[in-house]
């Protein structure tokens, strides 16, 4: 009777992982701005750094292809997409309508009132991230922030819909909240966003609607400004397809 190869089986069961493994690994790379923007992809390179031919290398680039984190070009190769300003533009439209819809509906069915407690500890966590210039995790707690309304009325299918996982937005966002800046324009920036967020609170416990929405507006579209910013002072013009 022969004797079953479970080494070849074991080989079979993890090749297809492969492309996935590939992807997962340039994502994050590319999302958080350690491959910039324009740089250039080695096929070659990254099956040899995943021992691998380059079948689930070229798989894992069509897929980046795909959602617009790679830009491919025949006969020069697989490039880092720069960042579509256009694109984020869109996106910062669609957080602004949707999650300003999210809060305000939490508001009227008088959900966050008694969670300012919770809400205010959100916000003190982040103030003294910013003091440890841990913005790294102050952009993690940015999210989680963000995320809290959402999961208060099973909305999380929303978020879809909010970007949340398009390139172009999530390394802008990173520029937004001055991740890849200089130190005195990294706090400034993030420091800026923690106290809009201290000013949402505040709307929500005076239990001033108005208010809340018009803060929540702003804090989309700081953004826009931001960005705006940064190119008018020629940083990071390598990073944008304008």
Sequence with gaps: METPNFENKDSAIEAPKLPDEIHYYLWNK???????????????????????????????????NVEGALDSQP????????????????????????????????????????????????????????SFNELEKMTEADSQFHDFFYHLENKEFVQAHTGRYDIHYIRARRLALGVERSDKQR????????LQHDRMVDAIENRDRAALEDELINHFRNINHTLEDILSRNEFTDYFLI
Excluded: H, W
């Design 187 to 194: 706090y400034d920036d993030s420091l800026n966003v923690v």
């Design 75 to 130: 006969q020069r190769g697989s490039f880092v997409s720069r960042i579509d300003l256009n694109e984020v533009k869109r996106v910062r439209y669609l957080r602004e309508v949707l999650e300003t819809r999210i809060v305000l509906d939490a508001y009227d069915a008088d959900l966050l009132g008694p969670l300012v407690p919770l809400l205010r500890g959100m916000v003190r966590d982040q103030k003294n991230m910013l």
């Design 30 to 64: 590319i999302a958080t701005l350690e491959l910039k923007p324009g740089v250039k992809l080695s096929e070659l390179g990254l099956a040899e750094q995943f021992n691998c031919s380059r079948i689930p290398v070229r798989e894992a680039v069509r897929r980046l």
